[in-house]
T-cell receptor, first 117, second 113 residues
Framework: GAVVSQHPSWVICKSGTSVKIECRSLDFQATTMFWYRQFPKQSLMLMATSNEGSKATYEQGVEKDKFLINHASLTLSTLTVTSAHPEDSSFYIC?????????????FGPGTRLTVL | AQSVTQPDIHITVSEGASLELRCNYSYGATPYLFWYVQSPGQGLQLLLKYFSGDTLVQGIKGFEAEFKRSQSSFNLRKPSVHWSDAAEYFCAVGLEYGNKLVFGAGTILRVKS
């Protein structure tokens, strides 16, 4: 199967700082990637769709100025949590679809645990 | 709006016993349906999927699921659970040709020896 990596796997930062999380598709190209957020004991919630070469599309209620997404190449999307606060502490997961019929199968990264002190 | 309900937050079964994890969905059309498993430190892994056709689908690791349109359900089953099956399981509905996934809250499976 296809492989998606995330870096870092965990990060601890101080309140007010910014944190960048990388999502890479290692063996296939992805013009679209997805960012999810998962709170403890809760499900994955789609935050945004990252589009290579164009602006990301954010789900309702997600602050685009807080969660900056850049899809600079066909294998890399980055999520930057700006001016992080403790309430941003969460597990962030990315996925990348590999084009297929009749649907595009999603491949998930292992996730990044963010703790904001 | 589309939604997925997994009514069981935790399930504990004995090793070797059978397993059924419940999933109900709300979606207007025939959905793409998925079951994923999440182990600590690993990404979500696809167990099986349903689009159309035979309503009983087979997946990896000995899992199967049955789509029941009349009940809007897609329950996951395994006849004999192994200790390595302990993980969190997510049911999901796929929208936009699978590009967008709506997940249930997940069920944590514990296996006792």
């Amino acid at each position: 199967g296809a492989v998606v990596s995330q870096h870092p796997s965990w990060v601890i930062c101080k309140s007010g700082t910014s944190v960048k999380i990388e999502c890479r598709s290692l063996d296939f190209q992805a013009t679209t990637m997805f960012w999810y957020r998962q709170f403890p004991k809760q499900s994955l919630m789609l935050m945004a769709t990252s589009n290579e070469g164009s602006k990301a599309t954010y789900e309702q209620g997600v602050e685009k100025d807080k969660f900056l997404i850049n899809h600079a190449s066909l294998t890399l999307s980055t999520l930057t949590v700006t001016s992080a606060h403790p309430e941003d502490s969460s597990f962030y997961i990315c996925s990348a679809p590999r084009t297929g019929e009749p649907y595009n199968e999603q491949f998930f990264g292992p996730g990044t645990r963010l703790t904001v002190l | 709006a589309q939604s997925v309900t997994q009514p069981d937050i935790h399930i504990t079964v004995s090793e070797g016993a059978s397993l059924e994890l419940r999933c109900n969905y709300s979606y207007g059309a025939t959905p793409y349906l998925f079951w994923y498993v999440q182990s600590p430190g690993q990404g979500l892994q696809l167990l099986l999927k349903y689009f159309s056709g035979d309503t009983l689908v087979q997946g990896i690791k000995g899992f199967e699921a049955e789509f029941k349109r009349s009940q809007s359900s897609f329950n996951l089953r395994k006849p004999s659970v192994h200790w390595s099956d302990a993980a969190e399981y997510f049911c999901a509905v796929g929208l936009e040709y699978g590009n967008k996934l709506v997940f249930g809250a997940g069920t944590i499976l514990r296996v006792k020896s």
